[in-house]
């Protein structure tokens, strides 16, 4: 399938999106692809006959007007049964992702290793070993094109999403491949902290020349965590003129942040048009059934059989691909210590023992710094009188964490929150924890917070 098709797709689902109800969306909608455009025929697949009858009886209509919309000229439009190339076979229940293995193995091709190396590129993080679904299909996809056409396709490729989605992996992928075509050219992964450091210390020892010249005559540069240079004028200059220069020369420029560039603060505006010049790419957080094939591609690659029970356990539980990795390591060194097999008690302990020890490490400006930065608010506006709703919502949930997550008392929490009677505390506690056993948008931010003063 095309990329443009893809994006094209992509496009008109986003827009169905916010028109259809969540239900309807992730069950009819979502599992569609655009097989072909051609002769003003737009030729939509979906997996199974069903999907097919319902779409044409619902959604066709608003379909057909979607892509009229963004191709300007008259579709029709035709449904057929197919499933998605990009995607992998329908999974049994028992193997989420992974096609039934035949002897008991996943039925995965062995990855080729690399002859030598790139400095600070894990040579295992290629395109054949990254676990794909819906919500890194694109990002994988234009990762794949850029690694194919360097400087052609997409210039730059800029990915963004929460930590833990695979940013850095199909970073590594892009240059892995592009070193695998072209091992003389010269390809530079950096952090963009590291970028950085290297900027100040050829300004502070008089040798930008030696600095400009490294970065300036790279075939691939690709900078992690973008986002750090905000404010930094120096280092956003020497940015913007070597982007200049790599992009005449043909040469490539991929770039991932946590945000988008237009969420970058504090970042010139020059830069910022150049980071949205490419393709833009949003990575969302792996559901349930990516992150069970993750974490058994992980375990295969310490030699591990992943029980799917286990597997399905620690999914459920991780909310990313790096607590996912650092509770399979501790699974595997358990067993390893104890010559032992993979169970779900063992997986059950091993999660219960990570969280205590960070739960004994905490302390409550921990999290009530969490809860700040995740709501974007300064710690006097937490604990000061205003009230906006904002600041309402960010003092509840505070309060609710504080107690259920560190066991502090109502007086406690009001004396922490700038002198807050007890009453309030406990109003505060009692509407969070409505909202949560309701499964309300709320209960997504307390993951969040969890997450960062957990880890």
Request: hydrophobic share 40%; with cysteine.
């Amino acid at each position: 399938m095309e990329t443009n098709l893809i994006l094209l797709w992509t496009t008109i689902l986003t827009e169905l999106k916010l028109t259809v109800s969540k239900g309807n969306f992730g069950t009819f909608l979502n599992p569609t692809f655009l097989l072909s455009l051609e002769d003003d025929i737009a030729t939509i697949g979906a997996p199974s006959s069903m999907i097919v009858d319902l779409l044409q009886k619902r959604f066709s209509g608003q379909i057909k007007e979607l892509l009229q919309k963004q191709t300007g000229h008259e579709i029709d439009i035709v449904f057929i049964v197919k499933s998605n190339p990009l995607q992998p076979k329908e999974p049994e229940k028992t193997t989420p992702l992974f096609d039934p293995p035949a002897n008991g193995e996943p039925n995965q091709k062995p990855i080729q290793p690399f002859i030598g190396h790139l400095t600070r590129v894990r040579s295992d993080f290629t395109f054949s070993n990254f676990a794909v679904s819906s919500t890194n299909q694109l990002a994988f996809v234009s990762a794949q094109r850029v690694a194919e056409k360097i400087g052609q396709s997409y210039n730059p490729l800029f990915l963004y999403g929460p930590v833990g989605v695979g940013k850095t992996h199909l970073m590594h992928a892009i240059a892995n491949s592009a070193y695998q075509q072209q091992p003389e050219k010269k390809i530079i992964y950096i952090t963009s902290e590291e970028f950085t450091n290297e900027v100040v210390e050829a300004i502070r020892n008089n040798d930008t020349a030696r600095m400009k010249k490294r970065f300036r005559s790279a075939f691939v540069l690709l900078i992690d965590d973008i986002q750090f240079i905000e404010g930094k004028e120096k280092v956003q200059e020497e940015l913007f003129h070597t982007f200049n220069i790599l992009i005449d020369n043909g040469s490539q420029i991929c770039l991932t942040s946590d945000r988008p560039p237009q969420e970058i603060k504090k970042l010139e505006k020059r830069l910022s048009s150049r980071f949205a010049g490419g393709l833009t790419v949003d990575i969302g957080k792996p559901d349930l059934e990516l992150k069970t094939a993750i974490v058994r591609k992980k375990a295969e690659k310490f030699g591990q059989e992943l029980p799917i029970d286990v597997a399905l356990f620690m999914a459920e539980n991780a909310e990313d691909t790096r607590s996912l990795e650092g509770l399979l390591l501790r699974i595997i060194s358990q067993i390893t210590a104890n010559d032992s097999s993979i169970t779900l008690e063992l997986a059950e302990k091993a999660l219960g023992s990570m969280v205590e020890e960070k739960r004994g490490h905490l302390h409550t400006d921990d999290v009530i710094k969490a809860v700040c930065d995740f709501y974007h608010i300064k710690t006097t506006q937490l604990k000061g009188p205003k009230r906006d709703a904002g600041l309402v919502k960010a003092r509840h949930v505070c309060m609710y964490l504080l107690y259920v997550e560190m066991g502090i008392t109502h007086v406690e929490i009001g004396n922490l929150l700038g002198g807050r009677d007890h009453t309030t505390i406990m109003h505060g506690v009692d509407k969070i924890r409505f909202l949560v056993e309701n499964k309300e948008k709320v209960s997504e931010d307390i993951l969040g917070i969890k997450r960062a003063f957990l880890e």
